[in-house]
């Protein structure tokens, strides 16, 4: 088949192109650059991403093309990721992303170049079952990446590949060394992409203004001042800006609330305060792999954040196609604006955004 891999300039992409090739197929690498840079060269990594995907293409004797989704990317993920923080929720930019730029202008564009399928380096399986497509989280626990593919459609899974699913990540950078790839030994990549590693802080407040307010304990004792609501998100611990610790030692301050209304952010000490505790929650915006949500409702698991373990839960669906879940054990520092994830062992069916 002819196949457009899309070339981040990492390791992951670079191994996928490679194990593709191998294969038989004819493959053709894009480089999608999804944001402008803002004259900001010190953050901002594209420049050297570009070069290196380049060189991968190289090594394996494969084209490559440099596609400017940056307009796209404003409009269908950005422009969400400020409503979200106006609104005083922890948005999370990769799934809209992946949904709408990496699987959607990205293949549309493979389409057009005449492509049969897309490949990328994330960490998850597709497998076809009774002709619908199920995605299935990759197989290294600590690499897995279905929880930021969890919107895809059965149209963009019928046209999705994901060649390094079925590897861990210490055999992607043997493979990438032994092929003599340029980039077999370099660094992942870390926190939302078009970020990079400038401060959080100082790039949201270019779009938002800042508002600052009080911080104060659930009884309303005053302890310090915010920077603004935005800042923070539930069960943060670091960057509170809080002199002192009333108990001592060992109770550290955590984000426990925030109230808009009166633009105050609520706070408590420990971690294990029952107020960052959630049994329950309800999730907007629902997207199902199969087109619609399980039948069964039984033996299902959740992810509310990244890299967290699925916890046993309940599901209960609403008229409004929006759902409930409700945990075996309270979930710690569930948080609104981030998405819940539903599996039955290693199958991703769905999700929604936590509201």
Not at 85 to 92: D, W
Not at 257 to 282: A, E, I, M, Y
Request: glycine fraction near 12%.
């Amino acid at each position: 088949m002819k196949i457009v891999v899309g070339l981040s300039g990492g390791v992951d992409s670079a191994v996928a192109a490679l194990l593709l090739k191998r294969q038989g197929h004819e493959v053709v690498g894009l480089f999608m650059k999804n944001w402008e840079d803002d004259g900001d060269g010190e953050h901002c990594t594209s420049r050297v991403d570009l070069v290196d995907a380049v060189s991968v293409a190289d090594r394996l004797g494969i084209e490559v093309e440099a596609v400017n989704f940056a307009a796209e990317y404003r409009e269908r993920v950005f422009a969400s990721f400020l409503a979200e923080y106006r609104a005083g929720r922890t948005p999370n930019p990769d799934v809209l992303c992946n949904a709408e730029i990496k699987f959607r202008a990205f293949l549309d564009h493979a389409v057009a170049m005449g492509a049969e399928c897309i490949a990328t380096g994330h960490y998850a399986r597709v497998e076809r079952d009774d002709g619908r497509y199920r995605l299935l989280k990759g197989l290294d626990p600590s690499k897995d990446q279905s929880y930021f593919l969890h919107r895809l459609t059965q149209e963009q899974l019928s046209r999705a590949m994901f060649p390094v699913g079925h590897l861990r990540k210490t055999e992607v950078r043997r493979l990438a060394r032994e092929a003599g790839l340029p980039n077999h030994a370099k660094k992942d990549s870390t926190g939302i992409c078009f970020i990079g590693e400038r401060p959080f802080r100082e790039f949201l407040s270019r779009y938002l203004p800042r508002e600052p307010g009080p911080i104060v304990t659930p009884e309303g004792e005053r302890v310090g001042e915010h920077q603004g609501l935005m800042y923070y998100t539930l069960g943060q611990r670091q960057g509170l800006g809080i002199g002192g610790r009333r108990d001592g030692p060992g109770s550290p301050w955590y984000v426990a609330g925030k109230d808009l209304g009166t633009n105050t952010l609520v706070v408590v000490q420990g971690h294990d305060d029952p107020r960052l505790l959630s049994g329950r929650l309800r999730a907007t915006d629902a997207a199902w792999i199969a087109g619609e949500p399980p039948e069964d409702p039984g033996d299902l698991g959740a992810k509310t954040r990244y890299r967290q373990a699925d916890a046993a839960c309940a599901l209960r669906l609403e008229e409004s196609g929006d759902f409930r879940l409700e945990f075996a054990r309270p979930q710690w520092a569930v948080t609104p604006g981030q998405s819940a994830v539903l599996y039955r062992g290693e199958v991703c069916l769905g999700g929604g955004v936590i509201a």
